[in-house]
């Protein structure tokens, strides 16, 4: 399926592309006969590896390990296939190409599947035409009635004012995108010259990001995996330290070209947008699946949430606003009957106040969840909500307020 398409497998050597190698493919079959002919007719199309499973096998596997270029999964005996595919996109690389084969001919499913982005459904017994036409169409991406590729989910995190612990915030979710929800995950920050998301995780940002975004035209895929660095096998960075006597002027279109190029090969790209002044920062929120609100509780503080949560909900973009109380506990805050006057209800998250862990966390240049149970816990939350996962919705700041 072009479903969760990912075209992001382990690069070709240089042989193989003399070769003309189609991408690697990877399958779960859990019948002996399927496993027999897949064996047979795909070594001869494309490098492959078989193994004895269903979606639920690879699903497992793959939140381990590299996505392939092309997957293709059993649906046979799952009793809800739509939900096994939604959890198989959540640890594919979005560009991945997957095939479904399954016991059911229906033509419902294969619609639905479709839809959400499957390159093809066979169902049981495979022929070996069908088999290797939907191998040469998945693996050409071909296919005439081709749906589109699978984006990721954009989030953009946008402080009510500075200090308030917007990147912060947005490091944290990225780290825990990656390892809590496996997903491959881009943490890019619009600040070119004083941005420090990448100065958080103790990385040295490539000198690429300036040129992608005043030449976007020029830039491709190598040159976007080029211009990353790697946070772990499944988090990397965009940012740049460029000279602050520079006026940089990041037009929008550039940026949401950029992050376009991101999201067709990231399951999630979390953008830090500042306090969102820019042009380029007011787009991303604008095409941003999740808008991320955070802010705290003091007096300047809630003004400025107040403000810009009004002004958030009444633009033209779609996407879900999320807000988080950050630094909660912390000195000089409003009590929480004037919180709740102020706002009306409670924000969706809260973040504690737990400025020794992050300092450490900071020193050595990972994440404080690594170090601190409470700021883990409410992490957990937010992240769990931006991936769209099942969590405990009583979050601190219902209990403060309840006590």
């Not at 590896?49 to 046979?76: C, F, N, Y």
């Not at 975004?213 to 790697?230: I, K, L, T």
């Not at 300092?359 to 939350?381: L, Y």
Request: aromatic share 2%; hydrophobic share 45%.
């Amino acid at each position: 399926m072009s479903l969760l398409a990912t075209l992001l497998g382990d690069a070709p050597s240089s042989a193989d592309a003399a070769r003309g190698a189609g991408p690697r493919l990877l399958a779960y079959v859990a019948d002996a006969a399927s496993a027999a002919l897949l064996n047979s007719a795909a070594p001869s199309l494309l490098p492959c590896e078989v193994r004895t499973g269903d979606i639920r096998s690879a699903v497992r596997d793959l939140a381990r390990q590299r996505s392939p270029d092309l997957l293709l999964v059993d649906l046979s005996g799952v009793a809800d296939p739509l939900a096994a595919m939604e959890a198989l996109a959540g640890v594919c690389d979005p560009s991945v190409r997957v095939i479904a084969v399954g016991d059911s001919n229906d033509i419902g499913l294969y619609r639905d599947l479709r839809r959400i982005g499957v390159t093809d459904y066979l169902f049981k017994p495979l022929s070996r035409d069908l088999l290797e036409g939907a191998l040469r169409a998945a693996g050409a991406g071909a296919a005439a009635d081709e749906a589109p590729g699978r984006l990721g989910k954009l989030v953009a995190v946008v402080g009510a004012r500075g200090g308030v612990g917007t990147t912060t915030v947005a490091v944290h979710l990225g780290c825990w995108l990656a390892d809590g929800a496996r997903g491959r995950t881009a943490l890019v920050d619009l600040d070119l010259q004083n941005g420090t998301v990448a100065l958080a995780l103790n990385l040295r940002p490539e000198p690429a990001l300036r040129e992608a975004v005043e030449a976007p035209d020029r830039v491709d895929d190598v040159f976007m995996e080029r211009a990353m660095v790697a946070a772990s096998d499944r988090l990397s960075v965009l940012a740049a330290e460029e000279p602050v006597e520079d006026v940089i002027d990041i037009a929008p279109t550039a940026a949401l070209s950029v992050l376009n190029r991101l999201q067709a090969r990231h399951n999630y790209v979390v953008v830090d947008a500042g306090r969102a002044q820019g042009g380029a920062a007011r787009a991303t929120l604008e095409a941003a699946s999740i808008v991320v609100l955070v802010g705290d509780a003091s007096v300047a503080g809630l003004r400025d949430l107040v403000r810009l949560r009004a002004a958030i909900a009444r633009r033209s973009g779609g996407g879900r606003l999320v807000t988080v109380l950050n630094r909660r506990g912390a000195p000089g805050e409003l009590p929480a009957a004037d919180l709740m006057r102020t706002l009306g209800e409670p924000p969706e998250h809260a973040l504690p106040y737990r400025p020794v862990p992050l300092a450490v966390a900071a020193g050595v240049g990972e994440p404080a969840f690594r170090h601190c149970r409470r700021f883990r816990e409410a992490m957990e939350r937010l992240g769990a909500d931006v991936a769209g996962q099942p969590a405990a919705q009583d979050g601190l700041f219902r209990r403060w307020v309840r006590r």
